[in-house]
C-alpha cells in the first residue's frame, strides 16, 4: 500500500514583465511516499532437503558475490586513512615554514647572504654539496616490477600454462615432434608479448603525463652572485641566492620577497586555484606561508612588475617538491570497475580451467582405455589448452583500455586533462 500527499502550490497572478516571468515559471510538488507492507508469522515448516540445498547455494553465492566489494571497501578505507594520515603530515611539515615572519634583515641573517653582494663561489659549493641540485627527483622506476606486471596480469597467467602445455605436447610429448603444435605456442607467446606491449604502452602515456611537471620549471633565471648579476641555469640555485623576477618569469625556487615593485603580481592558479593574480608585499600578511604574499612558490608566475627574493627552498625541498613527493607515492585505489572486471577474470578463469581439467580427467579414466589409438596425450593437452585459450576474453583488457582512452582524448579536447584512465569512470558519474 502506498500513500502520497501532494502539495502543489501556485504562484500569485501578476502584471507587468514580472507576470511573463512568473507565468514561465514551473510548479514545484512536494511528494511524500509511505510504503506500509503487512507481515504475517508463518508457522515453522521443514523444507525439502532439495529446497533446502538450493536456498543455502544462493545465499552463498550472494555471499561470494560481495566479497571481492567487501575486500575493496576495506582496502579503500585503509588507503583512505593512509592517504589522510600523509596529508596531516605533509600540513605539518608545510606548517613548519617560518621564513615568511622574519623580517628582511633577519632572513638575510639566516641564510647568510646579502643584496648587493649575494653569495660567493665558495658558499655555492658547499650548499649545493648540501642539497642537491634544484630539480625534482623522479619516482622510482621499477622496471623489473612493471615488466612482471605486464606479463603476468590479467588472462596471461593462463596462457602461459597453455604455452606451456602446447611445447610439452610437441616436445618430449610428441613422438614425432608435431610442428602445428610448435606454431601453436609461439602463437600464444606472441599473445603474451601483445598484451605485455599494449600494458607498457598504457603505462608509458601515463608517465609522459606525470613527466610534464618538471616543465614547470624554468631553463635560467638571473641571479647576483660576488656582488655580480649574472645569468645561471636553474638547477644551479642554491638557498641563499639572490634571484631577480621580471614580469612574465616562471619562480625557479621558492623566494622570500625582500624587495618588490608596486605592480608585482603572481599567478597562483596552478597550486591554489585562484584565478586572480596575487600582489606581492614584502611584509608577511598571513601566518600560513601558502596564502602570505611575501613568498613566491617555485613554479609560479610573475605575470607583471618586479622583484627581488632570497632563496629558501630547492628542489624537494620546496612546497611543489613536497606535494609532487606525496601525489606521487600515493597508491592507486581500485576503481568499481576494475573491481568487477577482475572479478570476471576469475570467474572464466576457474571455469576454463575446469573445463580443461575435465577433458584430461575424461581422457585418463575413459578414452585411453575404451580408445587407446584415439587421442595421444600430447593431442589431449593440446585439446585441452585449446578450449582453455577458447574461453577466455583476451581482447577484454584492450577493449576496455581503447574505450577508456577514446574517452580520455574528447576529455583533452575540452581543456580536462586525465592523469589516470580509471579516473575517467569516476568523471562519467558526475552529474
Not at 625557479?252 to 596575487?278: H, K, Y
Not at 576474453?393 to 574505450?403: A, D, E, F, S
Amino acid at each position: 500500500m502506498e500513500i502520497q500527499i501532494a502539495n502543489d502550490q501556485e504562484a500569485p497572478v501578476a502584471s507587468g514583465p514580472v507576470a511573463r516571468l512568473e507565468r514561465n515559471l514551473t510548479i514545484e510538488y512536494r511528494t511524500l511516499s509511505i510504503q506500509i507492507s503487512r507481515h504475517v508469522q508463518q508457522p515453522h515448516q521443514p523444507k525439502h532437503p532439495r529446497r533446502a540445498l538450493r536456498s543455502s547455494l544462493s545465499w552463498w553465492g550472494r555471499l561470494c558475490s560481495l566479497l571481492p566489494l567487501r575486500k575493496a571497501h576495506e582496502q579503500r578505507r585503509a588507503d583512505h586513512a593512509e592517504q589522510e594520515a600523509r596529508l596531516e603530515a605533509t600540513a605539518g611539515e608545510l606548517s613548519e615554514f617560518k621564513f615568511h615572519l622574519g623580517t628582511v634583515d633577519e632572513t638575510l641573517t639566516m641564510f647568510g647572504t646579502s643584496p648587493i653582494q649575494g653569495l660567493e663561489d665558495s658558499a655555492v659549493k658547499r650548499r649545493r654539496e648540501r642539497d642537491g641540485p634544484n630539480m625534482l627527483s623522479s619516482p622510482p622506476n621499477r622496471i623489473l616490477l612493471k615488466i612482471f606486471s605486464w606479463l603476468f596480469s590479467g588472462f596471461c597467467p593462463l596462457l602461459w600454462i597453455a604455452a606451456l602445455f602446447v611445447w610439452i605436447a610437441w616436445k618430449p610429448l610428441g613422438n614425432p615432434p608435431n610442428t602445428q603444435y610448435l606454431a601453436l605456442g609461439i602463437a600464444i607467446l606472441i599473445a603474451i608479448v601483445l598484451q605485455a606491449s599494449f600494458s607498457a604502452w598504457q603505462e608509458w602515456t601515463t608517465s609522459r603525463v606525470m613527466a610534464s611537471i618538471t616543465g614547470m620549471l624554468p631553463v635560467e633565471t638571473v641571479v647576483t652572485r660576488n656582488g655580480a648579476t649574472t645569468t645561471i641555469v636553474a638547477t644551479d640555485l642554491v638557498q641563499g641566492d639572490i634571484v631577480h623576477i621580471r614580469g612574465g618569469d616562471k619562480i625557479p625556487a621558492d623566494l622570500r620577497l625582500i624587495e618588490v615593485s608596486r605592480d608585482l603580481r603572481f599567478d597562483r592558479s596552478m597550486l591554489t586555484g585562484e584565478s586572480d593574480a596575487v600582489v606581492a608585499t614584502v611584509n608577511y600578511t598571513d601566518e600560513n606561508c601558502l596564502e602570505t604574499r611575501n613568498i613566491a612558490v617555485m613554479g609560479t608566475h610573475a605575470t607583471q612588475g618586479s622583484g627581488i627574493g632570497v632563496v629558501i627552498g630547492t628542489g624537494d625541498s620546496t612546497v611543489m617538491g613536497r606535494i609532487a613527493k606525496m601525489t606521487t607515492s600515493n597508491k592507486s585505489e581500485k576503481t568499481l570497475l576494475q573491481i568487477e572486471v577482475t572479478r570476471f577474470v576469475i570467474i572464466i578463469a576457474v571455469l576454463s580451467l575446469i573445463v580443461g581439467t575435465t577433458l584430461l580427467v575424461m581422457w585418463a579414466a575413459w578414452l585411453r582405455h575404451s580408445y587407446p589409438t584415439f587421442l595421444l596425450l600430447s593431442d589431449t593437452l593440446v585439446n585441452s589448452t585449446g578450449v582453455i585459450v577458447a574461453l577466455m576474453p583476451m581482447g577484454l583488457p584492450i577493449c576496455l583500455t581503447l574505450t577508456l582512452t577514446l574517452i580520455a582524448k574528447r576529455m583533452q579536447r575540452q581543456n580536462v586533462l586525465v592523469k589516470n584512465l580509471t579516473t575517467v569512470e569516476t568523471l562519467g558519474s558526475v552529474n
